[in-house]
């Protein structure tokens, strides 16, 4: 399968937090460039928060979920922090149906984070 041109990962650091912007579709197609992302990130050294911003993503499938479902458990396991930046309320559908709202850490604006 060919991943559609309009995703983009854009990551950025600052100091021990990671910002991993989603822009597009993150389906079966598309999860495995943000998996080989995150799994670049697990080789760095300090970072205590990574920010998982969906508010640019347009489509999300289970594929996707599962990516970021697996960023939150091995961040419980490796001890830095994972944080969701809603999406859009198709994106949002998906996480309030599986009720994952209750689970991870979402939040509206990263500024809210401080």
């Known amino acids: 399968m ?3 041109p309009e995703f983009r990962i ?3 650091r600052a100091g021990s937090t990671v910002t ?3 822009y597009g579709e993150l389906d079966m197609a598309t999860a495995p460039e943000l998996d080989a992302q995150l799994q670049r990130l697990r080789g760095e050294d300090g970072i205590r928060r990574v920010i998982v911003d969906l508010r640019t993503l347009t489509f999300l499938d ?3 979920l599962e990516t970021i479902l697996r960023l939150d458990s091995r ?3 490796e001890g830095y922090e994972v944080v969701i930046v809603r999406g859009p309320r198709a994106v949002e559908r998906l996480f309030a ?3 994952l709202d209750r689970s991870l850490r979402i939040v ?3 500024a809210e984070l401080g």
């Open 20 to 22: 991993v912007a989603l």
């Open 108 to 110: 509206d604006d990263p």
């Open 10 to 12: 854009l990551t950025n």
């Open 75 to 77: 961040s419980r396991e």
């Open 97 to 99: 149906v599986m009720q």
């Open 2 to 4: 060919t991943r559609p």
């Open 62 to 64: 289970s594929t996707g």
